[in-house]
């Protein structure tokens, strides 16, 4: 199974951009999916997730009230709906997939390549 991440870009602070994430080569066999980010100098860190089957959400506070998660079954896909952008909020973005709704990074199984977001202040 693979995850490939896209529709990350430049985006100027206060703007929105979307991501994606589409599943190929398998069945979903996971239970939850994910985004996290990795800033340049920093750690990778949680940013969203959702489950698979009944679209619960979970967000990191720095993000809560501006990023919003969905899911489309029917697609394999999950998405990141980023407005009010922030220059903190600038990082490779990526999708993960796994069987534990949790924001422990071990916990996901499978992972996108990464996205990268620039925000410009």
């Known amino acids: 199974v693979q995850l490939q991440a896209f529709g990350g870009g430049l985006v100027q602070a206060g703007g929105s951009l979307r991501l994606s994430c589409g599943a190929s080569?398998?069945?979903?066999?996971?239970?939850?999916m994910g985004w996290f980010r990795q800033a340049p100098g920093k750690e990778r860190e949680f940013v969203a997730a959702?489950?698979?089957?009944?679209?619960?959400?979970d967000y990191a506070d720095s993000v809560k009230g501006r990023f919003t998660i969905s899911r489309d079954n029917a697609k394999n896909a999950i998405y990141l709906q980023m407005n009010s952008l922030k220059s903190e909020d600038t990082a490779v973005y990526f999708c993960?997939?796994?069987?534990?709704?949790?924001?422990?990074?071990?916990?996901?199984?499978?992972w996108g390549q990464g996205t990268k977001v620039t925000v410009s202040s």
């Open positions: 959702i489950t698979w089957s009944r679209g619960s959400t």
């Open positions: 080569g398998g069945p979903i066999n996971w239970l939850v």
């Open positions: 993960a997939a796994g069987n534990y709704y949790i924001r422990t990074q071990s916990a996901y199984r499978y």
